[in-house]
């Protein structure tokens, strides 16, 4: 299918289509990263905008290279060297971004639904890199594309999500994407941490780890977003860590052939073991490859819709 959307704002909007579309066009520029000269001119001319109100490692850098790897034109912008430290409100911002006539504006922000205000007023395409506690779209993707690719499949397949759901904005664009491509999703965690209407977006629910985990094909372990979270909602990190962390012990009683993922940052020794995090069932890497991939596929169909 061609695609037809001036923006990419949450997983839950997308149709099965189009998520396929997606992660098509990911796998085949994943092919970029290996070649000695890592540069295609499919977006020569264009502008690519990284507007970054909140901290970022992966998604950042991964935007600016795949961005570059296309030959566009990059330029990051963060809220604390800019004009919003003087009181300029987001979308006065953004507005004057726009004036300057990009053509993709990628935007981290900390309040639920920036990305789609911002999609409402400006004229070139909006991509949400993540939006407070609400959604990112392009981890999820990301997380499709690297199962898919280990497992050679998506449906069929059985997920456990763990950790603090409550706060991630990953758990809800993992859930829309892999319940539209057919998966079966688990959500485990404290109490606590579990929203309470979080059955109503199609999927289990378990207080227990191990119950969780035991039949998985893929795990996806969640950082404690201790930046979104109100005191109390944990006894301590070691509690913690000691319930719901995992351990190579709690691995043994897995599908041996087992993915387990993390979006990033871990926090060794939290919700991981460094032995995990480096064993052969961790394809935490693996998604930060693909991230690349996912991203450069994200900006040429947006790009490409525009020329449309």
Wanted: with cysteine.
């Amino acid at each position: 299918m061609g695609w037809k959307r001036k923006d990419l704002l949450s997983l839950q909007d997308l149709e099965t289509a189009e998520i396929q579309d997606v992660l098509d066009t990911a796998d085949s520029m994943r092919e970029i990263a290996t070649r000695d000269i890592k540069k295609v001119p499919t977006l020569r001319g264009k502008t690519v905008v990284n507007l970054f109100y909140e901290a970022s490692t992966r998604t950042r850098t991964s935007f600016e290279i795949a961005g570059k790897w296309l030959s566009a034109d990059v330029v990051n912008f963060s809220a604390s060297s800019s004009s919003a430290e003087k009181g300029e409100s987001l979308l006065d911002t953004a507005k004057n971004i726009e004036a300057m006539s990009p053509d993709v504006v990628v935007v981290r922000h900390k309040a639920s639904g920036a990305p789609a205000l911002l999609a409402r007023h400006l004229r070139c395409a909006v991509v949400n890199a993540g939006d407070g506690a609400h959604e990112h779209p392009t981890q999820g993707l990301l997380d499709l594309l690297t199962i898919r690719q280990k497992k050679g499949h998506l449906e069929g397949l059985s997920v456990a999500i763990v950790g603090d759901i409550a706060h991630s904005r990953v758990a809800r664009s993992d859930i829309h994407g892999m319940r539209k491509m057919g998966m079966t999703v688990t959500v485990a965690g404290p109490p606590t941490l579990i929203p309470p209407a979080c059955q109503e977006l199609g999927v289990k629910v378990s207080h227990r780890l191990e119950e969780a985990i035991a039949h998985a094909d893929v795990i996806m372990m969640l950082r404690l977003q201790h930046e979104r979270m109100e005191s109390g909602l944990i006894p301590s990190l070691r509690e913690y860590s000691r319930i719901w962390g995992l351990s190579l012990d709690k691995l043994k009683h897995c599908r041996p052939d087992v993915l387990l993922m993390h979006p990033g940052p871990v926090n060794r020794g939290v919700e991981l073991s460094p032995e995990v995090a480096d064993s052969q069932y961790s394809v935490i890497l693996d998604q930060v490859s693909n991230g690349v991939a996912v991203r450069m596929a994200v900006l040429y169909l947006l790009a490409g819709s525009q020329a449309a």
